[in-house]
């Protein structure tokens, strides 16, 4: 083999050692985005539940007859919604 046949080969083996680094580095990232990505929606989705159970408790609280049933009827459909998110 020539030596500039050599230092091709020697020059492409860099360039994909380090497209490989970057590629598993931007893996990396993607996989801890998407980790933090999961914990966000759950915290935002507990503390959503939680808001729907205490309103629900307030409505019942407050409004009663048929108008209270089909408002708590309501949230609850749509807490539902929210656990099956």
Do not use: C, R, W
Request: hydrophobic share 35%; charged share 30%; aromatic share 4%.
């Amino acid at each position: 083999m020539s030596l500039p046949t050599i230092l091709s080969l020697k020059k492409s083996g860099e360039a994909l050692y380090i497209k490989h680094v970057v590629a598993s580095q931007m893996a990396s990232q993607k996989e801890n985005n998407l980790q933090k990505t999961k914990e966000t929606v759950e915290e935002e989705i507990s503390a959503l539940k939680e808001e729907l159970n205490e309103n629900t408790e307030i409505l019942e609280a407050s409004v009663q007859g048929k108008f209270g049933k089909q408002a708590k009827k309501a949230i609850e459909t749509e807490t539902e919604k929210v656990d099956n998110f």
